[in-house]
């Protein structure tokens, strides 16, 4: 054993010194994985005990040293290259070089990617656990706003009148999405390659399944290279991690606008002032959600470019690759609990919401869509309306101007078509609304069928993430019981 701790046990002196020393170090980054570690050392050496590998006594000195470890903290590790290789080096100054056997049929490349799946998929389910309680948000101002209307764009453009029940379902349904796509990436986070070694497997007789089971994991990877060397669960991760930011990044656009419209004024806890302009209300919150987006774009394609280049097996570049996906979980999930905050207390402008509804004759469409019920083709009727709406020179025609351009494009009274009451009614927001009835629209009745699957869905998804917890926590105590064993 070298006199220098500095050198650590592991590397020995022929790789123990040198200016790339440090270069190589992820020792204080490791922080976040340390106490998956000391979980994936526990087990380990508990299957190791359990099969024979490692006798009983020796087997409890390390575990013994590892909750001294675990008790003294990350910032008592000695130096060393990484904290899978700290940890051992502790263990070892405890016990001696008994303690090097902790690391029996086990290399560091099965370690690390063990101990990164066993803390990223505490972590993706509380980004499940935002993305839910951001959906819980929306559907309980949408259900106060079911038939609060406003105006609809695309192209910011008004285009048809719409509710904010309607409006605010649009992101429930995008979040649900988002929140599915984590919980497919946590499945497959939940696979444990401990045991494959460094990637060719080992000649001890270990028994995956057993640390698989004390660790949580749902399965074993079966081809010992690919479990080494996989880092695709970090891309799929972040994938969906950046899909979300994106969904979120929309909606802070939004609403951001709205502010700007006097559609809606946001809690001043999710606005700042400006320093030199005090009656000044910024959505400054929203606008970091919105740039949150960028940032986990940006991992995302640093992350695709580290893997892709790299041969098979392990390679050192990964020493670089969680950290992509670990920054993205956490500014993803803060950004999702700032979003769901700055809904749940935003305050609607119904008043100027109704009265814009019908801006830019966007009820239009409802008067082309009566002329195509009575009969007419639905391209003449588009085409009757839109002569209408020019003419009225960016106002909203009226009902003279609508049945003067009927004479001029159909060569016959609009009311010989439609009646008097029928386009009135069109041409009113409200009533707008309230006859877009189909599957998903915006009428209120319509929005009412799709609270209710809605609610059911979250319900759904909370319960999917009960399972996983109460998996996890399962594994725990049945782990924390199996060390006792050897006190």
Known sequence: MSEDPSEGVVRRDRFSGGPARGFLSSLAADERIFQAD????????????????????????????????????????????????????AVIDRMGADGGKMHTARSRNDEVATCIRYRLRE???????????LREALVSVAEKHTETVMPGYTHLQPAQPTTVAHYLLSYEAAVARDTARLLDAYDRINQSPLGAAAFAGTPFDVDRERTAELLGFDSVMTNSM??????????????????????????AEDVVIFANKGYVDL??????????????????????????????????TGLLTTLKGLPRAYN??????????????????????????????ATWNTEILAAEAADGFSTATGVADLLAMAGLPFRT??????????EANGENPTVATLDAVAEEVLGASLWEY??????????????????????????????????????????????????????????????????????
Not at 49 to 74: C, K, M, N, R
């Open 123 to 133: 972590d993706v389910l509380g980004v499940v656990e935002n993305t839910i309680a």
């Open 267 to 300: 809690d001043d806890d999710y606005s700042s002032t400006s320093s030199i302009m005090p009656q000044k209300k910024n959505p400054d919150t929203l606008e970091l959600v919105r740039g949150t987006a960028g940032d986990a774009v940006g991992g995302l």
């Open 226 to 251: 690919d479990a080494s060397a996989a880092r695709d669960f970090l891309a799929e991760t972040l994938s969906a991690l950046a899909t979300h930011a994106t969904t979120l990044s929309g909606l």
């Open 38 to 89: 000391l979980a994936v050392d526990r087990a380990h050496v508990v299957m190791l005990a359990e099969q024979d590998i490692v006798d009983d006594d020796t087997a409890g000195e390390i575990l013994a040293a590892l909750d001294d470890v675990e008790s003294a903290g990350h910032g008592a590790l000695p130096d060393g290259e990484d904290v899978h290789e700290a940890i051992e080096s």
């Open 316 to 345: 050192r570049d990964l020493q670089r690759a969680h950290g992509h996906a670990f920054d993205a979980v956490d500014a993803v999930g803060n950004a999702t609990d700032v979003a769901g905050g700055a809904v749940a207390t």
């Open 418 to 487: 439609v009646n008097r009451d029928a386009v009135d009614a069109a041409l009113d927001p409200t009533q707008s609304v309230a006859s877009r009835d189909s599957q998903g629209g915006p009428a209120p009745s319509a929005v009412a069928d799709d609270l209710d699957a809605v609610v059911s869905a979250l319900d759904s998804d909370t319960a999917a993430l009960a399972t996983r917890r109460d998996a996890l926590a399962a594994a725990d105590e049945q782990l924390a019981t199996e060390v006792t064993r050897y006190d």
């Open 381 to 390: 009727a588009h085409e009757m309306v839109a002569e209408a709406a020019a």
